[in-house]
């Protein structure tokens, strides 16, 4: 499946899939929903200065470039985990617009982001390390207790069996007390799901052309 790089509405870049009929973000503007879903509603949420992450859906390195940013601005350290099973070519990312749409000082973070090695640990710079795996998220064995999780599968009606209340519990069960999951999901399903796996869920605003999102707490 090779996908199709596209604008969307604020001027960033994502990739569509044409056999899916999926894009990685949301055509409202790519940088603009991560920022809102991710940034916004979970990690200006931790009041830790040292923040440990997992991201389920690396894709185009969007949020975790953000996320550096956010953490620079900030004096925050983080290390970021981060699972994805199809990796994007390198034409794609040297396509990809981030950088320059929102400050080109970040180009060099963004290509070292991306060539990272798989499967181990990666020293960014004093800000960030990453762990990038290129796994199943279905079969993958945590051994990280996170207090983020940016979940940011393909929606639920594209890939549904990675939104499972046995995802969910491996997710859960590695997720310290009062961790913070959040998604741009608001299915019903995937909301049942994260209760039985132990997060209190709350229904809040999405981003531009989306109603609603969920935010969930680690409740033990």
């Known amino acids: 499946m090779k996908p199709k790089l596209i604008k969307t509405e604020d001027g960033s870049h994502t990739l569509y899939i044409e056999e ?9 503007g790519a940088i603009q929903e991560s920022n809102h879903v991710f940034i916004e509603a979970g990690l200006k949420h931790i009041k830790s200065d040292n923040i440990v992450i997992f991201e389920a859906g690396f894709g185009t390195g969007l949020n975790a470039l953000l996320t550096y940013i956010y953490a620079k601005q900030n004096n925050k350290k983080v290390h970021f985990n981060t699972i994805e099973l199809y990796p994007i070519e390198q034409d794609h990312i040297d396509a990809l617009n981030y950088p320059e749409v929102l400050d080109s000082d970040y180009t060099d973070i963004f290509r070292k982001l991306h060539s990272a ?3 181990s640990t990666t020293v960014i710079d004093d800000t960030m390390t990453i762990t ?3 796994k199943d998220l279905t079969t993958f064995k945590h051994t ?3 207090n983020l999780i940016y979940f940011d599968a393909f929606a639920p009606d594209k890939q549904p069996h990675l939104w499972t209340e046995d995802i969910f519990n491996s997710i859960a069960q590695n997720t310290s007390k009062n961790g913070i999951l ?6 019903g399903d995937v909301r049942r799901a994260l209760i039985k796996a132990g997060f209190e869920i709350e229904r809040i605003p999405g981003p531009p052309g989306k109603r609603q999102m969920m935010r969930g707490t680690k409740t033990n």
């Open 117 to 119: 090695a798989w499967d």
């Open 20 to 28: 899916m009929d999926e894009q990685y973000h949301s055509i409202h």
């Open 144 to 146: 990280t207790e996170y």
């Open 132 to 134: 990038k795996h290129n």
């Open 182 to 187: 959040t998604t741009y999901s608001a299915k």
